[in-house]
């Protein structure tokens, strides 16, 4: 690999592979690709080295964004100071770039043919859709910057592309211009169409009169007073602008950033790392215009959005996925980041909402990996399951004996039955007489059930399929009991009786005397059956699974309400 595919990893198996062979063992595609960063920091020999996640507030903050501009670099510095080495991370938000205008773009605002005035100004400069706050990027960076300490250990510096121009940055426009000859041939051996003709100065101002961005062309630079002539293609005018207003074409701007912020390892999307694209033109200006090695490079693979209708890629601009502050409403962060982690970065991940129950099953699975209550039978999805688990952490370690794993939908339930109030002195004794709790739980046990209810309780609400949203009826109204047919009373009075002397009131005990009372039923007659045994308790002919329902209701209240029809 020479210099100026320093950056350049795709070849490496931790792309695809969960668990790959590193310094002799098996190791988790992270680990395996700090060893590889760790050898090739070699070279560099800093006293600090440093990360970066890039990202352009276009519209919409999804999770994606946090795959690989935030949650693998964390990882990656953290792993690397536990070996010793000195690491910041920066997250660079390019605020210069121009707005596309796109319809989804302007659906944002309340008026969407007028948006359209703001086509190519600078992201910094449009205006919030809502009319409240200072700008687009303040409207969209809200359900995500403030959220990245709960995804991290809180030390993630973010940056923007809008203060590097007028600090760092300024110094790289002049070196660029000054050099641009350079820089424009080696520009066009990518560019392929419309080569930049002698004499092109690589900066985009910001028009004064219009304000676009991407309509200008620099005429001439007065270095004395950091200041570019141009002329503006789209509304005609001609001025000078400051250096810092502007900003560089995209590629240069890259390695400003690497430039200005000492870059050494940068995850980028799949759409840089294609042969011959931006990053391999990228690194070639680092290395032969400003004198720099590139960072070391990671090509990840696009996060999907799950839904009833199937998958599409998440996207910022088109508005396609859900945030950061979107996904803690309804789980803890630990549950995205082992999901993250688990999947190497070129593999695709696809998340939804829906699928939260889902995932939480899969958290505890790994979970009991980590601690050794089971296994998966193969070693290698062992490593990456306990691996990933413990990396899901943001603080610390995980405790030193495994939670209790009441199951999401079980909290859902009860989050729907008890009132709030009841929450945090009720909700602990229905979870350990419904066997989900053991007798003296931990700190760590009680506040995963405390921060699991109201989550659990908006999943229902908004996500869950329709059965999942129940309301206990506190009485039988009489239309309901008029609906029952008379064998139906009577088979629910007797599972009534054969409630009333179980010896344990749990799910698998619940579970297990219902089986024995419907045996021998054809499936008809157990589904009329199960149809009225949902409308006395929820008022509907369907519900969740009637164990661990019941299990979470009063022994007394089941038994006098099955025997009360």
Known sequence: MNVVEAGDIRRERFLREPVVESKGELKHWIDALVDWLEERFKARSKDVYVVNGGLSVSGLQHVGRLRGEVVIPEVVRRIL????????????????????GKESQRRAFSDPESAKRYTGWPLVRVPDPKGELPSWIDRFWADFGPYIKDFTDGKVEVVTTTDM????????????????????????????????????????????NCSRIDTTEALEVDFENER????????????????WDGK??????????????????????KDHATPGGSRDSANELAVKVYGIMPPEGLPYEWVSLKTRNGESDMSSSDFIGFTPREWLEVAHPEVLRFLILRTPPMRKLSLGLREIPLYYDQYYRAERVYYRVESTGRREEDILLSRSYELSYTRGK??????????????????????????????????QRSGHLPEKPSDFDLERIRSLLPRA?????????????????????????????????????GLGDALAVLTEWNEDAIKQAMIEYTRGWDSKERKTFYRYFYMIFVGRESGPRAAPLLSLLDREFVVERLRSV
């Open 228 to 243: 570019v002539r141009y002329r503006c293609r789209g509304c005609g005018h001609e001025g000078w602008a400051p250096l």
């Open 81 to 100: 100071e536990s070996r010793g080495l000195q690491v910041r991370q920066y997250l660079t938000l390019y605020t210069q770039d121009a707005w596309k």
């Open 248 to 269: 560089l074409n995209w590629r240069i701007e890259w390695v400003g950033v690497w430039w200005a912020l000492g870059v050494d390892f940068e995850p980028y999307g």
């Open 398 to 431: 995980p405790p030193s004996t495994m939670p209790a794993q009441p199951p999401y939908t079980h909290i859902a339930i009860l989050a729907q039955i008890l009132p709030e109030e009841l929450w945090e002195s009720e909700a602990p004794r229905r979870l």
């Open 165 to 208: 121009y007028r600090g760092k940055l300024l110094e790289f426009v002049k070196l660029s211009i000054a050099r641009r000859e350079e820089i424009r041939q080696i520009v066009n051996k990518y560019r392929g169409r419309k080569p930049y003709p002698p004499g092109w100065i690589p900066f985009e101002p910001r028009c004064q």
């Open 457 to 493: 309780k908006r999943w229902a609400e908004l996500y869950a399929p329709e059965y999942m949203r129940i309301k206990i009826l506190k009485e039988l109204p009489q239309e309901i009991l008029e609906q029952i047919p008379a064998e139906i009373r009577e088979k629910l009075r």
